[in-house]
């Protein structure tokens, strides 16, 4: 899953190399590919929004002098910084239609792309600019431009500018038809207000009994009485996962009301939510509130291996404690949504992890 600049291509070069097809993908465990496990993901994180200036104002796609640089800077991040220096240490940055199109090309290359990570965080902070001392004591395979072991600086970026990178990318994410993998901390109720402004207008409306009595005899795309719009480009996305969320059940109502065209799924993990030690705080009550086919999991790490195995085989045996699924019928649960989330399946039913 993509976050910056710096992990676009190496997201693609292992797409292209490990990248699930439809050739690939079956519900049946003994079909899939061992070469090709790859679901990827391509987006631009909003602890990295910072780096993306709005180009719709302009004509032309000149990079920014360093008066432009420094301005940009002093428009998108709280409290405003004074230090030119500092702003002109920053990344240089990237025209947001500019990096729309180059996302656009890489969701064509690869079909089953998903759009991710983005989203919404009123807590990060900017990170001070790598000193020599600081390259040289990162891991000699750690992907540039990562936030690990930097000091931070007391500004954030601003949350309208925060909004308006997601929405690009959410409207990308309707123009292809593609999942989405969405960060939110510390701000529910922004999140899904940004969320909610996309499907403005095209939220499900319910059937009549006689739009339910044709439903009946030739069955639409939609269900429990509700109509939907369905194929073609959208301002929304057809799913979107809210990943390692964090919200209390009233925040997953908010999500299920059935006239909202676009369908959430909520991601959990070991590794990010606070579970209780007696099945009882907040995450728990959250998950209760969750449809079960709407919920996925996660490692919400950045390396694959036995440690991410672990992780993974730990929230869902978490998953099935919580919902009471016996292990195998929540792994097949689990599989399910994993399955139409990703796109790999419009059933209901259940798959096989």
Request: charge should be negative; hydrophobic fraction near 35%; include cysteine.
């Amino acid at each position: 899953m993509a976050t910056r600049s710096e992990d676009q291509h190496l997201v693609a070069d292992a797409a292209t190399r490990m990248g699930v097809v439809d050739t690939n993908s079956s519900s049946e465990e003994d079909s899939w590919s061992n070469e090709h496990k790859i679901i990827p993901a391509f987006g631009w994180h909003p602890w990295f929004s910072h780096q993306i200036v709005d180009d719709s104002a302009t004509s032309h796609s000149i990079a920014p002098t360093e008066d432009e640089k420094v301005a940009h800077y002093q428009r998108v991040l709280v409290p405003t910084p004074e230090d030119r220096d500092l702003l002109l240490s920053l990344p240089d940055l990237l025209p947001l239609s500019s990096f729309i199109e180059q996302t656009r090309h890489y969701l064509e290359q690869h079909p089953l792309a998903l759009v991710g990570e983005v989203g919404l965080d009123k807590s990060c902070r900017i990170p001070i600019p790598s000193s020599d001392k600081h390259q040289r004591n990162r891991a000699a395979d750690a992907t540039p431009g990562g936030r690990e072991g930097k000091r931070l600086t007391p500004h954030r970026v601003s949350m309208s500018h925060q909004q308006l990178v997601l929405i690009a990318q959410l409207h990308l994410a309707g123009e292809m038809q593609r999942a989405v993998s969405c960060h939110g901390v510390q701000a529910h109720g922004v999140l899904f207000d940004t969320l909610a402004s996309t499907w403005k207008g095209y939220e499900r409306r319910k059937l009549s009994k006689k739009e339910r009595k044709t439903q009946e005899v030739q069955p639409a795309n939609g269900s429990d009485g509700e109509s939907t719009t369905t194929g073609g480009e959208k301002p929304y996305p057809p799913r979107l996962c809210l990943h390692s969320f964090s919200g209390t059940a009233e925040t997953v109502k908010q999500y299920l009301v059935p006239s909202i065209p676009c369908d959430i799924y909520f991601s959990f993990s070991t590794t990010i939510n606070g579970w209780s030690d007696d099945g009882q705080g907040k995450v728990e009550t959250a998950v209760r509130a969750i449809p079960d086919d709407r919920i996925l999991i996660e490692s919400d790490m950045d390396c694959a291996g036995k440690d991410m195995d672990a992780h993974l085989e730990g929230v869902i045996r978490k998953m099935c404690s919580v919902k009471q699924w016996d292990l195998e019928a929540g792994v097949k649960q689990l599989g399910s949504n994993w399955m139409r989330f990703v796109g790999l399946s419009t059933s209901n039913g259940q798959a096989t992890l």
